[in-house]
């Protein structure tokens, strides 16, 4: 089965600072991968998916992840961090269930921008 | 706003008591899911239909009772709940029948308490 891993519980950055959040995966095959953001009391926004192509992705608010073959790793990242992008971010892969395709999620990593 | 609209946002039911959770889009998205969240965790997958027709059910126990009445319709019956049931319940769509290169559309949920 695929899977993903955030190996942060928590991110603290400062307000203008960049910020990255960190994800791994392991795959068969070629991956699928997403990132998702959860407001509180909120459903899962997406953000950006890898697919092929660019190893740079650039997705909505700002948010860029670069995908790294070798390193097996999809970090999300952001230039210029805002107090309102605190959340709770999700990477998520494209797995095969009996035929079908589902998302399996990380654990998640809640990022706290200060002001 | 998402496209994704669940209803109703809140709700608090007992043991012994029969609801319903209700999911709808207008995107003619083809797949719909739901998936389970624990406070601070990541969603965990229970149903996926495809194309109206019910794909996985990932060892869901039969107290939960999905049910797609038409295409942009999705509706989950809880009957003899569990306290431990009590979880934000999400609905997603996707635009290919369980296709790999889209990304899911979230509802923001619906916060399920079992008393």
């Known amino acids: 089965a695929q899977s993903v891993a955030q190996p942060e519980d928590q991110v603290n950055v400062a307000e203008g600072n960049p910020l990255t959040v960190k994800c791994t995966y392991s795959v068969s095959g070629n991956p699928y991968l997403f990132w998702y953001v959860q407001y509180p009391n909120r459903g899962l926004q997406f953000l950006l998916k890898?697919?092929?192509?660019?190893?740079l992705v650039k997705g909505s608010y700002g948010f860029e992840a670069e995908f790294n073959k070798s390193q097996t790793s999809f970090h999300l990242k952001k230039p210029s961090a805002l107090v309102s992008d605190s959340a709770l971010y999700f990477c998520a892969v494209r797995d095969f269930n009996s035929g079908y395709s589902t998302l399996t999620f990380g654990k998640g990593t809640m990022l706290l921008v200060s002001p | 706003d998402t496209e994704v609209t669940q209803t109703p946002k809140h709700l608090v039911m007992g043991m012994t008591n029969k609801k319903s959770l209700k999911c709808e889009q207008h995107?003619?998205?083809?797949?719909m899911y739901w998936y389970k969240q624990k406070a601070k965790k990541p969603p965990e997958l229970m149903f996926v239909y495809s194309y109206e027709k019910l794909s996985i059910n990932e060892s869901v126990p039969s107290r939960f009772s999905p049910e797609c009445p038409n295409s942009s319709l999705l509706n989950l019956h809880l009957h003899a709940l569990q306290p431990e049931d009590s979880a934000l319940y999400l609905c997603?769509?996707?635009?290919?029948?369980?296709?790999?290169?889209?990304?899911?559309?979230f509802g923001n949920g619906t916060r399920l308490t079992v008393t």
């Open positions: 995107m003619g998205h083809r797949a």
């Open positions: 890898y697919i092929t192509g660019d190893n």
């Open positions: 997603a769509s996707s635009p290919e029948g369980a296709g790999y290169n889209s990304p899911l559309h």
